[in-house]
């Protein structure tokens, strides 16, 4: 039986590996450059842009929470690397 936090982990998960996916397609971009990637909390119906550039997206994702979110907004109660 899936629960309520299972699927809000679930979209964090979906939006983590999609921009997974942004960061190696564009890898051979300038490092400054601001991309758009996506908010990675648990809300279905965010679809925020999370601009960064990549050595920042990549500091995001190294430090202590390793999700990438709008400001305000919180993480699911988990989310799994991908």
């Not at 809000?8 to 921009?19: C, G, I, P, V």
């Not at 990637?37 to 390793?66: H, I, K, M, T």
């Amino acid at each position: 039986m899936t629960t309520v936090t299972d699927s809000l982990n679930q979209h964090a998960q979906y939006k983590r590996a999609t921009n997974e996916l942004i960061r190696e397609s564009l890898q051979d971009r300038d490092r400054a450059d601001m991309i758009g990637f996506f908010c990675e909390c648990g809300d279905p119906a965010c679809f925020e842009a999370v601009w960064l550039s990549l050595d920042d997206y990549q500091a995001e994702r190294a430090g202590p929470a390793g999700t990438v979110l709008t400001a305000g907004h919180r993480p699911s109660r988990r989310v799994t690397p991908s």
